[in-house]
């Protein structure tokens, strides 16, 4: 009822429902992105491409610069470019064979291009340089790309991330949404409360990055 009294005095001191609407969606949506952050940044995509130009234009002023090239390698794995991603990296290994990110770049982008095998081989390896990389995300990944061929190598790797990822609400969410796509429910449901009870833990200067997936979890829950 509040929301449609809202939009009624939006109506009439605007003169127009579509632009009363239009407000009330962009007050939402700032709310979100400064509150919560479950909508997508409308700005990102923008400032990553202009990004990779930048990068781009470094590289072909400087062919080895290597630091740019693995920036803008794991540009496009955010952006899902996976082969253009993975040639970048096979030109800058010889300089980043200690470093855990660069295996977990390289594993994940084979992953996500249906090699499981060296994915996972390399990712392993970024876990044996240090075993938290990237808070353990590796294990997850390996989880997901497992869930379908051997449910118990997937459950191995959650096992393995939640062990790291035991004070994070984002953590215990991932976890439930792989234990729903196994089929297990009651762990799923587990994973999304305990999800809850993580942030409801946290101090508050956490609880921003962490509100979204306390969020998600909630709505998880509730759905079953």
């Known amino acids: 009822m509040s929301k449609l009294i809202l939009f009624s005095l939006l109506w009439w001191l605007v003169g127009n429902p579509f632009l009363a609407l239009l407000i009330i969606i ?12 479950i909508f997508p940044s409308l700005t990102r995509p923008w400032k990553r491409r202009r990004n990779e130009s930048r990068l781009r234009q470094q590289i072909a002023l400087n062919a080895s610069d290597v630091s740019a090239r693995f920036d803008l390698a794991r540009s496009l794995l955010e952006r899902k470019k996976y082969a253009e991603a993975i040639g970048l990296l096979q030109d800058i290994r010889s300089s980043y064979e200690q470093s855990a990110d ?3 770049a390289v594993g994940t982008a084979e ?3 249906s ?8 990712l392993l390896r970024a876990l044996d340089i ?3 990389v990237q808070y353990g995300e590796p294990y997850l990944r390996l989880a997901a790309a497992f869930k379908d061929t051997d449910h118990n190598k997937a ?3 959650l096992e393995q991330f939640q062990s790291i990822q035991s004070s994070s609400s984002e953590g ?15 762990a799923a449901a587990e994973a999304f409360a305990q999800s809850l ?3 409801r833990s946290l101090p508050k200067y956490r609880r921003r990055s962490e509100r979204k997936w306390a969020l998600r979890s909630w709505y998880r829950k509730l759905t079953g």
């Open 26 to 37: 962009v007050v939402i949506y700032a709310l979100d992105r400064k509150f919560v952050g």
């Open 102 to 104: 660069y295996w977990c």
């Open 111 to 113: 992953l996500m291009e």
């Open 115 to 122: 090699d499981k095998e060296q994915g996972e081989v390399h």
């Open 130 to 132: 240090n075993p938290r």
């Open 155 to 157: 459950l191995a790797y």
């Open 172 to 186: 215990y969410y991932l976890s439930g949404m792989l234990y729903r796509s196994l089929g297990m429910k009651s």
């Open 197 to 199: 009870a993580v942030y």
